[in-house]
């Protein structure tokens, strides 16, 4: 069975750092993209991160470029995101992802991690 635990997250003040982890068992993803997506209260489901399957090549969204850092540990089956420079606009669930490659859509999204929440105070 397919399971993606996503840990780590919890409450920080604007400007500090936080990283949050998410363990797969059930299948080696070590020949597939990894990511995180993260969704605010009232808005829809948005990329955040990815890194492909050997972890040389990564993609973040504009907003979080140069403060994020996606990682994997391909022989924990476990993909990283490290967040500096907390921001308020940051506090969402955040969600593990697996895909084919490294997608920017979640309909393109073959597995999903539950989600834990990370909230950024002012």
């Known amino acids: 069975q397919v399971q993606l635990v996503e840990s780590g997250g919890g409450l920080v003040q604007a400007g500090g750092s936080l990283i949050v982890s998410c363990a797969a068992s059930?299948?080696?993803?070590?020949?597939?993209?990894m990511g995180w997506f993260r969704q605010a209260p009232g808005k829809e489901r948005e990329f955040v991160a990815a890194?492909?399957?050997?972890?040389?090549?990564?993609k973040y969204t504009d907003s979080v470029k140069g403060r994020f850092t996606i990682s994997r540990d391909n022989a924990k089956n476990t993909v990283y995101l490290q967040m500096n420079n907390l921001k308020p606009e940051d506090t969402a669930v955040y969600y593990c992802?697996?895909?084919?490659?490294?997608?920017?859509?979640?309909?393109?999204?073959?597995?999903w991690g539950l989600g834990i929440q990370v909230t950024v105070s002012s």
């Open positions: 059930g299948r080696t993803f070590s020949s597939y993209a």
């Open positions: 890194i492909n399957w050997s972890g040389v090549n990564t």
């Open positions: 992802t697996v895909g084919g490659s490294m997608s920017t859509s979640p309909g393109l999204i073959s597995y």
